[in-house]
């Protein structure tokens, strides 16, 4: 009983440390006169994962956030979002991989550039490596190009979870 006990802390320890999700702040949604794409190469920069979320902070009286599809972003056409949110504070959570597309909401925003398309990456994949050592790059190497091989075993975010459920159940039953 007194080893559960101790175990307990590492166990939540694991549980809660693979929640990587991020919230990304959108900078500045508005028009901009002296670069019109800023929203698109701010998210450019940065790396969008499923489970992160996107918080926007603007005036709610006087613009708005709009999730179109493709074709609407391309047109500019706020007549039919999939989401619209304009209370000012927005958080979206990006819950599946690919493009999102936002608009602004507000009259000839979108025109002038208030727009943005967001590209999300797969699903986080999480690697434990057992003793392995990467591989050197490719240009370090001189010869031909040989197949990569590895004994590393790897584990996702639902792998870790039922190896730390199994060790719960485990540390109780004996």
């Known amino acids: 009983m007194a080893s559960s006990i101790v175990a307990l802390p590492f166990v939540f320890f694991f549980l809660f440390s693979f929640s990587d999700a991020k919230e990304f702040l959108v900078d500045s949604w508005e028009v901009s006169s002296s670069e019109p794409d800023h929203l698109n190469k701010w998210a450019e920069s940065s790396r969008f994962q499923v489970g992160d979320y996107l918080v926007w902070k603007y005036d709610g009286k006087k613009d708005s956030v709009l999730q179109v599809s493709r074709g609407d972003y391309m047109n500019c056409n706020t007549k039919s979002p999939i989401e619209e949110h304009k209370d000012g504070n927005t958080t979206v959570r990006l819950d599946r991989s690919g493009p999102y597309f936002f608009i602004s909401g507000a009259d000839g925003h979108c025109q002038k550039g208030q727009r943005m398309i ?17 591989a050197p790059s490719p240009m370090e190497i001189d010869g031909p190009a040989v197949a990569p091989t590895s004994g590393a075993f790897r584990l996702n975010r639902d792998g870790y979870c039922l190896v730390v459920l199994a060790s719960l159940l485990g540390l109780f039953l004996f």
């Not at 967001?118 to 990467?134: A, E, L, N, Q, Y």
């Open 118 to 134: 967001v590209v999300v990456m797969s699903h986080r994949v999480r690697r434990v490596f057992m003793g392995i050592t990467p």
